[in-house]
């Protein structure tokens, strides 16, 4: 039987100004709350790809540095991707943060993207303790979503997506079950809070330029078009111009992050381990709301195309938004950098995980 060492338990924080309001407008965000006011841990499930780029790790290991710090719960962790070891990566990661009991989901019968240049993922999981052998012991991501959903608070859960929107799509189209009585579309209503999205070039795109509704075309036209709630947009431009990861050099040897990082980075032969931060930004943006970091464009919507290209239109209460950069970028990169970094709350897992 395995032993579960849990991480510290979430805390209330005091946090400074954080928009959580409609996206009527930014007057909401303004008034702010009150400096030092007391606010619960969000609640969050992320869906990533952990497929091709490490800035993926580096964005999980971040979320779990504000877990320890009583910032957010992390509710479960998804992937998009059918890459074998996708999720088993994962897993190493949770488990390293002393999260192994964290709810790990992969896309099933055929959902989901595929690359064959994610090697550095196949090194990670032979050298670091987990329990996953391949995303096919993971269950099915839209069963994990329905059951984290169903048990939640009304209005309570944030989902950020660091990747495809395959699991979202399967979600939206899901019918009652033997877990909730409510189809998927009823759940997200009832209990999602909203969903960000790391994705887009704006104002405008360009479809060959974002990956991450590009790889499953389908799924994110189809997720965008009829999600019922809130979206807030993390796009591309934000954490493309923001590069950090050389830190990681000084972090032990038994960091999977900092290993990620070696593999991908050192391939490229740049001398250096910086690298984009556009998951890391969206876990900022998720977890502490705009602060001084952001502001939000809204009262609009991406009017996307089946090829993916869209614009940004301009018309209130259509409930979405996307970011605009406001703090200096240098600050910004070592606000992440110092969480990326930060090691776990307890002594880092070190034995192998049977």
């Not at 614009?311 to 209130?316: E, G, Q, S």
Request: proline letters at 5%; glycine letters at 8%.
């Amino acid at each position: 039987m395995i032993r579960i060492q849990r991480g510290q338990k979430c805390k209330k924080v005091r946090r400074g100004r954080r928009w959580n309001g409609s996206l009527g407008g930014l007057a909401l965000y303004n008034q702010g709350l009150k400096e030092g006011a007391e606010m619960k841990p969000v609640q969050l499930i992320l869906d990533t790809d952990m497929l091709t780029d490490c800035d993926d790790t580096a964005a999980l290991g971040m979320l779990h540095a504000m877990a320890d710090a009583g910032e957010v719960d992390i509710l479960a962790t998804v992937v998009s991707s059918r890459y074998p070891m996708s999720a088993p990566v994962v897993d190493v990661i949770n488990t390293y943060y002393n999260r192994p009991e964290l709810p790990v989901g992969a896309p099933k019968n055929g959902a989901g993207a595929f690359r064959d240049d994610s090697s550095f993922l196949d090194k990670l999981a032979a050298e670091f303790p987990h329990r996953l052998a391949s995303n096919e012991e993971a269950p099915d991501a839209v069963e994990v979503y329905r059951r984290v959903l169903e048990q939640a608070e009304s209005g309570s859960v944030k989902i950020l997506t660091i990747g495809y929107m395959s699991n979202l799509e399967n979600l939206l189209k899901s019918g009652p079950d033997a877990i909730s009585p409510l189809r998927g579309l009823e759940l997200i209503e009832r209990k999602v809070s909203e969903w960000v999205c790391m994705g887009g070039n704006f104002p405008v795109d360009v479809a060959k330029d974002n990956v991450n509704f590009t790889r499953d075309a389908s799924a994110a036209v189809y997720t965008i078009r009829n999600w019922p709630g809130r979206i807030t947009f993390a796009g591309r431009e934000i954490g493309h111009n923001i590069k950090v990861g050389e830190a990681l050099r000084q972090t032990p040897d038994d960091n999977p992050v900092r290993r990620a990082y070696q593999l991908h980075r050192d391939r490229f032969d740049l001398g250096h381990w910086n690298h984009h931060t556009a998951d890391p930004s969206a876990v900022l943006y998720a977890v502490r709301g705009l602060w001084d970091y952001w502001e939000l464009e809204a009262d609009g919507y991406i009017d996307i195309q089946d090829d993916c290209s869209f614009v940004w239109r301009k018309k209130p209460g259509r409930n979405q938004g996307y970011l605009l950069q406001k703090m200096d970028r240098a600050e910004m990169g070592a606000i992440m950098e110092e969480l990326i970094v930060r090691p776990p709350a307890g002594k880092p897992y070190r034995e192998a995980i049977n």
